[in-house]
């Protein structure tokens, strides 16, 4: 059963226009999320993260929004480039000591220039 | 720098051969975790050790065991290969304790043929 589920496959954006990357969770033990970004034939490397406690947080273009009550975060990337077309995955935390961390299935984002 | 190595970026292996994947990061950090990358199926858990000789099951451990029996070092064995464990491995790491970002391997390819 995923519990962290990422619905769109894939998302087409025009170069200088927004990218909303969205994602779902169903554990309502979460409490930490985070974004990756994965180029093919590399490991995912760290984006943004959010606490739980915060319904948003921004570094430079991306932002990253929390609804808990929705179970829901999204990705915003503004303005998107190029060089941003990657795979996408939101991954959560459960709390606790050990800090497992489950990752979704991935949304591709292909910036168009 | 913070670093996480995979012993192989591309490995080809017959099936019924026993396989290992190992990874090494340089950062003191307690978790090591094991996932694969499918497509359309995101990043999937396989294991996940939290200390030294301690593990336990991800999402998909079947077919597959691992060995943390050093801190900076954590192997996956893939027992008996088989065509369908042909996929992208990637090794992370994490501090425990503190919610804070896993940091991820280059990646190995297997092929089981």
């Known amino acids: 059963d995923q519990q962290v589920k990422q619905n769109s496959p894939s998302l087409s954006v025009q170069e200088g226009r927004i990218s909303i990357l969205n994602c779902d969770y169903t554990?309502?033990?979460?409490?930490?999320f985070l974004w990756y970004k994965k180029y093919p034939a590399e490991g995912p490397t760290f984006l943004i993260s959010?606490?739980?406690?915060?319904d948003k947080n921004e570094d430079g273009r991306f932002t990253v929004f929390l609804n808990k009550s929705a179970k829901h975060l999204s990705l915003h990337i503004v303005p998107s480039q190029p060089g941003d077309s990657a795979v996408y995955f939101c991954?959560?935390?459960?709390?606790?000591?050990?800090?497992?961390?489950?990752f979704g299935t991935g949304t591709l984002l292909a910036v168009q220039p | 720098d913070v670093k996480v190595t995979q012993s192989s970026r591309y490995l080809v292996k017959r099936t019924g051969e026993k396989v290992f994947l190992e990874c090494v990061q340089d950062?003191?950090?307690?978790?090591m975790f094991w996932y694969r990358q499918d497509p359309g199926l995101g990043l999937r858990l396989i294991y996940f050790s939290y200390d030294v000789k301690m593990k336990e099951k991800g999402d998909i451990p079947e077919g597959y065991s691992v060995s943390r029996e050093k801190k900076e070092r954590f192997s996956l064995i893939l027992e008996s290969a088989s065509t369908n464990q042909t996929s992208m491995y990637l090794c992370?790491?994490?501090?425990?304790?503190?919610?804070?970002?896993?940091?991820f391997g280059q990646g190995t390819r297997l092929t089981v043929v």
């Open positions: 950062m003191d950090h307690e978790n």
């Open positions: 554990n309502s033990m979460f409490d930490y």
């Open positions: 991954a959560a935390i459960y709390g606790g000591a050990t800090n497992k961390l489950i």
């Open positions: 992370a790491s994490s501090l425990a304790h503190i919610y804070t970002e896993a940091f």
């Open positions: 959010i606490s739980s406690i915060k």
